[in-house]
């Protein structure tokens, strides 16, 4: 089998958390399915809706994406996941609004990779510019192909039919027809067109899908599913990242299957305690590797040493920009490795059947998954099947699919189905973190507040977001990757928080070399219209300018342009963010009331990135792996929070789970400089 | 124990988490796992009418007791967290709600200082605070 490596977002500078496991193949089963029927059998019956390959654009056949029911019922198919988003509402808008039919009765069937197109994963604030216009394109197809059936069977002029609240009348009062009857449940098969006419969304807020079933408990995540003669899961861990398995000794107990193969050994058991209970009676032998390395300054130091040159991007020369110069800074800037904390930790149900697999399981990234764990059991893509439950959250944490691995291995031992959900510490442990990094920036500017150079170089935390869009005719930026002592991957606004948190701060004590208002010096070297559009729409809602403790950012990211302005208050020692107010320009706006919660949500978790939260690891171990000990923003450190939408209903919509994220720290950071005449460079913010 | 208002047997080890038990005895997975330390609140259930955290609970302690998860809680304050859209991934929503309900039950009309503190255990990491503060006072309002 060709080897599969993960990728977890290809488009930009991500960094791929290998895969955790490859199983040994069972010759038999790999032959058998070789040689036999069934994988052709099993693909054809795939085929009729699991459509598209990695490779290769979506499917444009419209019944890959759409169904009609007899009922008048719309299913629409998308691998896209639903962790809270709120891109199940959305997609739903989407298709209702092209369809002109009420937004109950679209169904979304999501991230199974039986029934939806491929889909590369649901990353990178890519749902709502690609996936959103893909079922506008689908729907306004079946809409004028409801519209042609409807003229057909009245032999009526196309042009002379309305379609609204999901029927088709006669314009001039006469009859009507409703979806299912006209389709009588059959397929429709077209094309989807490129060119189909689409519209642009209306903007206007719907209540979350599925929201009843979450407020009464009844929405079942993957860690609440059953299968009938279930097992529970547990998996030993090792005592320090690195170290190998040698040997386990297992007492045999009654309706207790033990795995052990290569690094792998785990229990299943007919209930949780005795899972647990098994777990504690393995009797595991480590051999340890001395893993060194650990949070703190040293940490900065050896990821500058292991850094590769990576690519510069130049412009100008910096030595005439600096000679030009009446001020010049050099500073160093750090972020910290955090955790994702999804509050329900990864889990996963795994099923065989013969040699199908079939795994329910939270994660971004299902085809991948599905890649991985054809992978792990050395077995065809074709004869495994994930599907995702709407999430309880994942931040970009959850790409990829150890946990289902893991639950897989379990099953096929046990030969029974096996539902594994992470403890909290695990999770915190065994998943991946946001990269820490190391930022320096030297810069020059003129007293006139022009910034004549620039040079900005990144050790590991990432690329994007690293230009920024300030004129500056002599600059150089470079992201240089670095050997990471923790396993490390995707998050909300993964590089671009870090280079945000460094180029913002940065900003703001070039301001104050020349003497300069921040909110001026911005504007002084800015022409972009929509970021100085927020700015301004920041600053003005904020009152910018009055009171102690005040502090603003600004960025573009993902489509997304961004202005930040918060205050602060020091108490103790102790950082409080006041209030913020963030001006957010995502192109047209979809849906403004979830636009504000995700905004809203953003900043509140940025609160935690920018004045606590801290991976701490020592010699292979990760010593904060509980909340206890990692803190997480609370009710109690809670801003006011305003968010000023600059809706631009001409432009096409960006996605806006991430960006929103960028702007807090550098804001809070400044503002306490403001406050204190203290510059913090290192998030999280400490006095 | 009396849950959701029927007299359930439970043959359990008595150390068992009450939470395992509602979960995976009872198929009551309203209350979600979060931490095991009772530090997010995802797990509150009421017992005799108090919030407890029922990830740490012994189902011992809760023998005989009255216990009420979200599946048996029919309050105004579920309205209101539709009506504010406070949620987002929903997985912390369970707790909240008990959480906010019990807090109601005692003080029908508390300060957002009051919300803030009662709140305090629960965790949402998808950061719906606000909206959650501002749904327990809409619905303290609706029941005044």
Redesign the interface.
């Known amino acids: 089998m060709p080897e599969t490596t993960l990728q977890i977002e290809p488009e930009r500078y991500e960094l791929a958390a290998q895969p955790t496991y490859r199983f040994q193949v069972d010759r038999r089963d790999f032959l058998g399915l070789l040689g036999g029927g069934l994988l052709i059998v099993f693909s054809a019956g795939a085929q009729e809706s699991g459509r598209g390959r990695r490779g290769e654009g979506p499917p444009q056949d419209l019944d890959a994406w759409l169904h009609i029911g007899e009922d008048g019922a719309v299913t629409v198919c998308t691998g896209k996941t639903e962790v809270g988003q709120n891109i199940r509402t959305s997609l739903s808008q989407a298709a209702a609004e092209e369809l002109h039919c009420p937004l109950a009765s679209i169904k979304l069937v999501m991230a199974d990779t039986a029934l939806t197109p491929y889909d590369m994963g649901t990353f990178g604030s890519r749902s709502t510019p690609t996936m959103a216009p893909q079922i506008r394109r689908a729907a306004a197809t079946a809409r004028e192909a409801l519209l042609d059936l409807a003229a057909a069977k009245w032999n009526a002029d196309r042009s002379k039919l309305a379609i609204a609240d999901g029927k088709i009348a006669r314009a001039d009062g006469g009859e009507s027809i409703g979806f299912g009857e006209l389709t009588k449940g059959q397929k429709l098969t077209k094309t989807i067109a490129r060119d189909v006419a689409v519209a642009r969304p209306l903007c206007q807020s719907a209540p979350k899908v599925a929201a009843r079933d979450i407020v009464t408990g009844k929405h079942k995540y993957t860690s609440d599913l059953t299968r009938p003669g279930m097992l529970y899961g547990r998996v030993l861990r090792p005592p320090a990242f690195g170290a190998t398995l040698l040997s386990v000794d297992a007492p045999s107990l009654p309706g207790v299957t033990v795995v052990h193969e290569k690094n792998f050994a785990g229990v299943a058991a007919p209930d949780a305690q005795a899972a647990a209970n098994a777990l504690r009676l393995l009797k595991p032998e480590w051999k340890r590797e001395p893993a060194g390395g650990s949070s703190g300054g040293e940490l900065y130091e050896a990821l500058k040493k292991t850094a590769a040159p990576g690519n510069a991007d130049v412009h100008g020369s910096l030595d005439e920009g600096l000679a030009s110069a009446d001020v010049k800074l050099q500073a160093t800037y750090t972020v910290a490795y955090i955790a994702h904390a999804p509050l329900e930790p990864r889990a996963a149900l795994a099923e065989w059947d013969g040699g199908k697999l079939t795994v329910r399981t939270g994660t971004q990234v299902p085809f991948g998954v599905r890649a991985e764990l054809a992978a792990a059991f050395g077995i065809p893509e074709d004869r495994v099947r994930v599907i995702v439950p709407d999430t309880g959250s994942a931040y970009g944490g959850k790409h990829t699919g150890e946990c289902a691995v893991e639950a897989a291995r379990l099953a096929k031992a046990a030969g029974k189905p096996v539902k594994l959900v992470w403890t909290r510490e695990e999770e915190f442990t065994w998943g991946y973190f946001r990269p820490a990094g190391v930022i320096e920036v030297s810069s020059g500017a003129r007293r006139d507040g022009a910034i004549t150079a620039w040079q900005f170089d990144n050790y590991n935390s990432g690329g994007s977001g690293i230009a920024g869009l300030y004129e500056i005719p002599n600059r150089r930026t470079a992201f240089h990757p670095a050997e990471s002592p923790l396993r490390q991957g995707s998050y909300r606004g993964l590089a671009a928080t870090a280079n945000h948190f460094a180029r913002e701060v940065h900003m703001d004590e070039l301001a104050a070399a020349v003497k300069m208002d921040p909110l001026e010096f911005r504007l002084k070297n800015l022409k972009d219209e929509r970021l100085r559009a927020v700015l301004h729409a920041a600053a003005e809602r904020f009152g910018w300018g009055q009171g102690k403790g005040i502090g603003m950012a600004c960025g573009f990211e993902k489509n997304g342009y961004i202005a930040t302005c918060a205050q602060v208050a020091v108490e103790d020692s102790r950082i409080r963010v006041l209030r913020v107010v963030e001006a957010f320009d995502c192109g047209a706006v979809v849906n403004p009331d979830h636009l504000k919660n995700q905004i809203e949500g953003a900043i509140s978790m940025a609160v935690g990135g920018a004045l606590f939260e801290q991976i701490r690891f020592n010699d292979g171990q990760i010593v904060n792996p509980r909340f206890s000990l990692y803190r997480v923003p609370r009710f109690s450190d809670m801003p006011e929070i305003e968010v000023v939408l600059v809706d631009r209903p001409d432009l096409p919509s960006a996605g806006a789970g991430e960006t929103p994220i960028v702007g807090l720290a550098p804001a809070v950071s400044n503002a306490v400089f403001h406050l204190t005449g203290t510059r913090l460079r290192s998030m999280p913010l400490e006095l | 124990m009396t849950v959701n208002g029927a007299r359930r047997r439970i043959d359990?080890?008595p150390d068992?988490p009450l939470l395992?038990v509602l979960?995976?005895g009872l198929?009551?997975?309203?209350?979600?796992?979060?931490?095991?330390?009772g530090?997010?609140g995802?797990c509150t259930v009421l017992l005799d009418g108090q919030p407890v955290r029922s990830c740490i609970l012994p189902v011992r302690a809760a023998a005989g007791k009255r216990i009420t998860?979200?599946?048996g809680i029919h309050h105004p304050l579920?309205?209101a967290?539709?009506?504010e859209?406070a949620?987002?991934?929903?997985?912390?929503?369970?707790g909240m709600?008990v959480s906010g309900v019990a807090l109601l039950n005692k003080n029908p009309n508390p300060s957002r200082d009051e919300?803030?503190?009662h709140?305090?255990g629960?965790?949402?990491?998808?950061?719906?605070?606000?909206?959650?503060?501002a749904a327990i006072r809409k619905a303290a309002q609706a029941h005044a």
Do not use: F, H, W
């Open positions: 359990a080890d068992s395992s979960r995976d198929d009551l997975t309203g209350p979600k796992y979060g931490c095991g330390e530090l997010c995802a998860t979200i599946e579920q309205d967290i539709v009506e859209d949620m987002q991934c929903g997985y912390c929503t369970a709600i919300i803030v503190r709140m305090n629960n965790i949402c990491r998808c950061g719906t605070y606000l909206r959650i503060v």
